[in-house]
């Protein structure tokens, strides 16, 4: 992989922050857009822009065509079997939501359990508090091994036949774990619990294939895979989907509307409520086709070779703590003994590097931690292993700075 | 090596506020008791002011968070105590204007250490930290004032 013809593609990159050269490291929050993307989106708004789905006219046509287009690509790019099991949203948060409102409380009574484990993400911990309170059901929590991962024993013991939905992140956004979503749905599949993933740091960074992980619902966002801000996906089972009722009512997802009484359209258009994100779901076709012409085996493998390097550079800076197994996919957490990671950030930040510092939304797993905050530098395809270098200097900085200051 | 820009925020009188914060702790015995926390980084304060007759007579605060946050806790407790209330209020909107880096004229208020913040200004994206225990006495002085 040519990471120096990547970083090309990515405008953004090329500029200074506080006098140096930018390094990203905060890809696990957002990852930046190639010009691709950029372009693509550009083409849309400036050629094709119309509504979808209603009119006769020909860029209303063009619109659709594009629209349904990005739909069908994201089946292919996730091997998903129907095009109609792709359902946009505005991210994995609304994406859970959705099956959390849906399908939960359709399904869900106060003898059922929800599963899920401690190192969610906010968004995959609150649609089901919230699920569990309004029907009584009882959410239970996966324990978690010392270094951060599960044991397929203590996934085998926590499901049950009163398991109705096991909700769980394919990667940790904190830890880097990466969790057995395939052993996971069929440990839940024999006890007729639906699966739900949280692929928001699962299918930027790796190949997912829908069908072989056999899950019943996997969510994920655009922006974390070079595609805009502000579009998703809710990949479901076709016989799920169609048993559910949608959550938004309005426009554009309606068949019949009489005075008192409406019928929904066909799947996925009942989900999709009000006019549609057009130009993101364009722009996430465009980062399909970017990240699939890099490949995402390349991907993955450029990760690890960067997370083995920055793990064997960062081990030598003397008290330097690392959160999350070994064995991890593309991000390390860490923290500075006797140096807040907001102070480590800023002074990394004046070095023009950006790292994340704070609870990452997963303030029940930072608990477990026992840390009230922590810093994350998480990689993509366009990182170097001279950007770790920097970062490896930038601590070193902040340890003299700190050190020099007390 | 050179630390220009970042000596310019963490100065030396804040590092001492950090490592020896002033008024740590907590108080008891009628003394009013707030909680604020930064939702998006994890900080938490917890406040704790006697006030008597409109007089701060007592203020102490626990809490986690970075050296900019427990820094401005630690000063801001120093120059409020024994302070009017009304006095206390019209420092947190003087640190405010401070932070928005407006020049105001403190007049005759007496700013003690505060004023080594004023670095924070330049760095927005930690200003929030530095009005975390300022935002919490205006919420207690409120409640306390609206029981």
């Given at each position: 992989m040519d990471v120096a013809a990547i970083r090309a593609d990515?405008?953004?990159?090329?500029q200074e922050v506080n006098g140096k050269p930018l390094v990203y490291l905060d890809s696990a929050a957002t990852s930046q857009k190639p010009k691709q993307v950029i372009e693509a989106v550009n083409h849309y708004y400036r050629n094709n822009n119309s509504n979808v789905?209603?009119?006769?006219h020909t860029i209303g046509t063009r619109a659709t065509e594009q629209y349904e287009g990005a739909r069908e690509r994201v089946r292919q790019f996730i091997s998903a079997?129907?095009?109609?099991e792709i359902i946009f949203t505005r991210g994995t948060t609304s994406a859970i939501n959705l099956v959390a409102s849906s399908y939960g409380r359709a399904n869900l009574t106060e003898a059922d359990e929800i599963v899920t484990t401690q190192m969610e993400h906010h968004s995959n911990i609150i649609p089901w508090q919230q699920l569990a309170k309004a029907t009584g059901a009882k959410l239970k929590f996966i324990p978690l091994e010392p270094d951060g991962t599960l044991t397929l024993d203590n996934i085998k013991k926590t499901?049950?036949?009163?398991?109705k939905i096991v909700a769980i992140t394919?990667?940790?956004?904190?830890?880097?774990t990466v969790n057995p979503i395939q052993a996971i749905t069929k440990i839940a599949h024999q006890h007729h619990a639906v699966v739900v993933v949280d692929g928001a740091q699962g299918i930027p960074h790796m190949k997912v294939d829908v069908s072989e992980l056999d899950c019943d619902f996997y969510a994920f966002s655009g922006h974390k895979m070079c595609a805009p801000t502000g579009v998703g996906v809710l990949y479901g089972k076709k016989e799920w989907l169609e048993a559910m009722e949608p959550v938004e009512f309005g426009?554009?997802?309606?068949?019949f509307v009489d005075l008192y009484d409406s019928t929904w359209k066909e799947?996925?258009?009942?989900?999709?409520?009000?006019?549609?994100?057009i130009a993101g779901a364009v722009g996430l076709a465009a980062a399909i086709d970017y990240l699939t012409e890099v490949g995402l085996d390349n991907i993955t493998k450029h990760e690890t070779q960067l997370v083995e390097y920055a793990m064997d550079q960062l081990t030598t800076i003397e008290g330097l703590e690392i959160y999350g197994p070994?064995?991890?996919?593309g991000l390390i957490t860490f923290n500075l003994t006797d140096v807040h990671p907001h102070d480590t950030a800023t002074v990394l930040d004046s070095e023009g590097i950006a790292v994340r510092a704070g609870h990452h939304c997963a303030q029940p797993l930072m608990k477990w931690l026992n840390a009230t905050a922590t810093a994350r530098a998480s990689f993509y395809l366009y990182n170097s292993r001279s950007d770790i270098d920097r970062l490896v200097d930038g601590l070193r900085k902040a340890k003299e700075f700190f050190g020099d200051v007390f | 090596m050179s630390f220009n820009n970042l000596d310019n925020l963490y100065r030396q009188v804040i590092m001492d506020h950090y490592k020896?914060?002033?008024?740590h702790g907590s108080l008891s015995n009628g003394a009013l008791t707030l909680e604020m926390n930064n939702p998006t980084c994890g900080d938490r304060i917890q406040l704790h002011l006697l006030i008597e007759d409109g007089i701060v007579n007592d203020v102490k605060f626990e809490g986690e968070g970075c050296s900019i946050s427990l820094a401005s806790a630690s000063m801001m407790t120093q120059v409020i105590k024994g302070q009017e209330v009304e006095t206390a209020l019209k420092l947190s909107q003087y640190f405010s204007d401070m932070m928005l880096g407006k020049d105001v004229d403190p007049a005759d208020l007496e700013l003690g250490d505060i004023?080594?913040?004023?670095?924070?200004?330049?760095f927005p994206a930690r200003i929030k930290c530095a009005t975390l225990a300022w935002k919490a006495m205006e919420k207690a002085v409120d409640q306390n004032e609206q029981p």
């Open positions: 990515f405008p953004i990159l090329d789905h209603r009119g006769v079997k129907h095009t109609e499901i049950t036949d009163s398991t394919h990667v940790s956004n904190v830890l880097g426009g554009e997802m309606i068949d799947l996925p258009w009942k989900f999709e409520g009000g006019t549609p994100i070994k064995k991890r996919a | 020896n914060p002033r008024n004023e080594a913040l004023q670095g924070v200004a330049k």
